[in-house]
């Protein structure tokens, strides 16, 4: 085939071990995904350095915080399964294409929005680009890597290079903060998403699937109002109380939209999730632990970044180059996942990841207002190290099970697992810290005639309290301090402790559930 700078459309690949010539420019290709795929994951660590600069500059409390982080999550996951359907009828580089140009558009918004809703609003449409572009990667890869041992590393490759993203991102957002004003750290997508697109056009070939029904509407808007609705209840539950009304009902609508989408694909002629996936054990099994994974992943940094700042007084860069070791254990360990699943199968691989990813959890939960740096980063290094070694084993397993025409929407589906799994991450850790934190002080301003204004800023979040500490000064501003940063760590602890239970059950679904090798005779008809 050739390697021009227009690589035509091709059909999709046969399945792995097909005596299909592989095509020469396949390696070059991986390197221009990567590009993107950089920026898309280097944004998500971008924005947890940032989140305590939003609480002074935007004053945002910390539920706003959290529909900063998962507004770009959820229209992430919630969009995939639909681009991922997309892609594989109109053409998967198309659809990446389209993807940059999106991501690149929503990340100048973002970057001189004026206030925390806009902010929101600009960080959802950059969703939409995520979304466009992270399906079409895999799918692409899977078509271009035909053999399996080949396929495997290229995704070490894709894992690797999200590794990479995630421990460039706190180090690129503190170093941008240091110089510029907080919007750089979304300004600086801009060119990398430009060059991106110029590589894949000369780099990344198109492929479709050439029998593709058309576009599952129904089921889209039922997948994205559920997790919407499931997520505004899990988020706003501190504010108005987890027994609330409006917090039950909107729980309770959501999980009714969701069954609803189950029973629409179920019942659908073209469905944009087609349900017997599942019924395969290296698919169901390998997203349900990257799910699991990703909710210890997403809700840990979006927790250690405010302690890093707000508890253990580093600067943005500071904290950024003491997330390193987490993030940076991704980006070494991912390539070395293949290796183990050569050797342990893709069971034990994963099984193993996510007993580090909760090992690390419940070490760094027992951090007190004493601990030092140095008391969380064994913690953070067993999560990166967990993180590594599940997500190319998993993927690999998801990606080797399905037919190469729909792999599209099948990556998609993988993706989607991974950002919901992030998302109630941050939503459900979030929810315990801000629960807890707001119990353990509430009391304490209860024989207080303390305004309105303020008693939101203190209840709101640690660094409106600390703010608010720091004005008052002297014993009562210094007391404040304290028991504001006792109620903080408290939530944390509470929150990873939560973390760590959920990879202890994926470590133990992954046990009971994945196959250990792949089985050669299945799907026979990729």
């Not at 990567?34 to 350095?49: A, E, G, K, R, Y």
């Not at 399996?148 to 503190?174: C, F, M």
């Not at 590589?199 to 699937?209: E, F, G, T």
């Not at 017997?276 to 990703?294: I, Q, T």
């Amino acid at each position: 085939m050739s390697t021009a700078a227009a690589p035509p459309v091709v059909a999709s690949a046969p399945r792995a071990g097909s005596t299909r010539p592989a095509w020469p420019g396949r390696w070059r290709a991986l390197a221009a995904l990567c590009v993107p795929l950089l920026i898309v994951s280097l944004d998500t660590t971008v924005l947890n350095v940032v989140l305590p600069t939003l609480v002074r500059k935007l004053h945002a409390t910390t539920s706003e915080l959290q529909w900063i982080v998962d507004a770009y999550v959820l229209v992430f996951g919630g969009l995939m399964l639909v681009a991922g359907s997309l892609a594989d009828r109109v053409g998967r580089k198309r659809t990446f294409l389209a993807g940059l140009a999106a991501f690149a558009a929503g990340s100048s918004w973002a970057a001189f929005s004026g206030s925390v809703g806009m902010l929101i609003a600009a960080r959802a449409s950059m969703g939409i680009g995520a979304a466009l572009i992270m399906p079409s990667t895999l799918a692409i890869i899977t078509n271009t890597f035909a053999e399996q041992g080949e396929r495997q590393r290229a995704l070490g490759v894709w894992s690797g290079t999200s590794g990479a993203g995630l421990a460039l991102g706190p180090v690129v957002g503190g170093l941008l903060l240091a110089h510029f004003w907080w919007g750089s750290v979304f300004l600086i997508n801009v060119p990398v998403a430009l060059l991106g697109l110029l590589c894949a056009i000369a780099l990344v070939p198109d492929s479709k699937d050439p029998h593709a029904k058309r576009l599952d509407a129904g089921g889209s808007v039922l997948s994205i109002a559920g997790l919407g609705v499931l997520l505004w209840g899990i988020i706003e539950a501190p504010v108005h109380g987890w027994s609330s009304t409006l917090v039950l009902c909107s729980g309770a609508a959501g999980v009714a939209l969701l069954a609803g989408f189950v029973a629409w694909e179920r019942s659908s002629s073209h469905p944009m999730l087609s349900l017997r996936y599942f019924a395969e054990r290296r698919f169901s099994a390998a997203v349900l632990s990257n799910g699991l994974l990703m909710f210890g992943l997403y809700g840990a940094l979006f927790v250690l970044t405010q302690l890093l700042q707000f508890q253990l007084g580093y600067t943005p860069l500071q904290a950024g180059v003491r997330v390193l070791p987490a993030a940076g254990a991704i980006a070494m360990v991912a390539p070395l996942s293949a290796v183990l699943v050569r050797r342990l199968g893709t069971k034990l691989t994963v099984t193993t990841g996510l007993l580090l990813v909760a090992a690390g959890m419940w070490y760094v939960s027992g951090a007190s207002v004493t601990t030092t740096y140095g008391g969380v980063v064994a913690g953070m290094v067993l999560l990166g190290s967990g993180a590594g070694l599940v997500i190319p084993a998993s993927t690999g397993s998801v990606m080797g099970s399905l037919p190469v025409a729909h792999t599209g929407v099948g990556s998609a589906t993988n993706g989607s697992f991974m950002q919901v799994g992030g998302a109630l991450g941050v939503a459900v850790i979030g929810s315990l810290l801000s629960t807890r934190y707001q119990h353990r002080l509430t009391p304490t301003l209860a024989p207080f005639h303390v305004a309105h204004a303020i008693r939101e800023s203190i209840l709101g979040s640690l660094g409106g309290a600390l703010g608010v500490g720091r004005q008052i000064g002297g014993l009562a501003g210094g007391l404040l301090v304290e028991l504001a940063r006792s109620a903080f760590v408290s939530g944390m602890d509470l929150g990873l402790v939560v973390a760590g239970v959920v990879a202890l059950a994926g470590a133990l679904l992954a046990l009971l559930a994945l196959p250990s090798r792949p089985d050669a005779q299945a799907s026979e008809h990729r």
